[in-house]
């Protein structure tokens, strides 16, 4: 991002793009409560305890993605069950649809392997060489762009990811540590404009989108 801030905390018309990520999640019905994981030194953090009448909660996370996901599935109250969902979402993801997290879990709930909102591959593939050539063109057929919120049971989000961490298993995201255990989490098509703010350009579009949807 070119930018001394971290990119959660940038701002979009004067709300941080952390917040305006958690206050999307929040409003939605089937969320109960929040769970935000932060780096050890995050002086940035606003001190939430509440957001749209949700509780938020804090964890410390870890040196990689899939270490702070377990540290806050187990921070999690023991009000939530092992069987009963958790989400995972991308503080960078502020463009979530309220209808993508309505279709998720209703998928979700009724799929013992969890669920996570991806778009299929639409454009062509090529692979390239050492040269920066292209040297074959690949197939995208079955191919899908994993995007967030990611979700499982309780039980089997921290089975999975504890199984990945005693392996030492480097794990990109919760589907992959529940494929590692045997399930097979259920694709659900989610928005392509869901997307993982990381360059200048994405801030922008974010600004453009967030302004045509407010609710």
Same mark, same amino acid.
């Given at each position: 991002?070119?930018?001394?801030?971290?990119?959660?905390?940038?701002?979009?018309?004067?709300r941080?793009?952390?917040?305006?990520?958690?206050?999307?999640?929040?409003?939605?019905?089937?969320?109960?409560g929040?769970?935000?994981?932060?780096?050890?030194?995050?002086?940035?953090?606003?001190?939430?305890?509440?957001?749209?009448?949700?509780?938020?909660?804090?964890?410390?996370?870890?040196?990689?993605?899939?270490?702070?996901?377990?540290?806050?599935?187990?921070?999690l109250?023991?009000s939530?069950?092992a069987?009963?969902? &958790?989400?995972?979402? $991308?503080? #960078?993801?502020? +463009?979530? *649809?309220?209808?993508?997290?309505?279709? /998720? !879990?209703?998928?979700g709930?009724?799929?013992?392997?969890?669920?996570?909102?991806?778009?299929?591959?639409?454009?062509?593939?090529?692979?390239?060489?050492?040269?920066?050539?292209?040297?074959a063109?690949?197939?995208?057929?079955?191919?899908?762009?994993?995007?967030?919120?990611?979700?499982?049971?309780?039980?089997?989000?921290d089975?999975?990811?504890?199984?990945?961490?005693?392996?030492? &298993?480097?794990?990109? $995201?919760? #589907?992959?540590? +529940?494929? *590692?255990?045997?399930?097979?989490?259920? /694709? !659900?098509?989610?928005?392509?404009?869901?997307?993982?703010?990381?360059?200048?350009?994405?801030?922008?579009?974010?600004?453009?989108?967030?302004?045509?949807?407010?609710?």
């Amino acid at each position: 991002m070119a930018s001394q801030v971290p990119k959660q905390y940038l701002t979009i018309a004067g709300r941080s793009v952390l917040l305006h990520t958690l206050t999307r999640l929040a409003r939605h019905p089937r969320i109960a409560g929040l769970m935000v994981v932060l780096a050890v030194d995050d002086a940035l953090w606003p001190g939430l305890s509440e957001l749209e009448g949700k509780s938020v909660r804090t964890a410390t996370g870890g040196a990689e993605r899939a270490d702070s996901v377990l540290a806050g599935v187990r921070a999690l109250p023991d009000s939530v069950s092992a069987d009963q969902p &958790v989400l995972v979402h $991308d503080a #960078a993801r502020p +463009l979530l *649809r309220a209808e993508d997290i309505e279709r /998720l !879990v209703r998928a979700g709930s009724t799929h013992a392997g969890g669920a996570i909102l991806a778009a299929p591959l639409r454009d062509t593939l090529k692979r390239a060489g050492g040269d920066g050539c292209i040297v074959a063109t690949e197939p995208r057929a079955g191919l899908w762009r994993a995007l967030t919120p990611q979700m499982a049971r309780r039980g089997d989000l921290d089975r999975a990811l504890s199984a990945a961490e005693q392996a030492r &298993v480097p794990i990109t $995201d919760e #589907a992959m540590a +529940l494929e *590692r255990i045997g399930l097979q989490p259920l /694709l !659900v098509e989610g928005s392509e404009d869901n997307l993982k703010i990381t360059t200048p350009a994405d801030l922008a579009y974010a600004e453009f989108w967030l302004a045509r949807h407010s609710d």
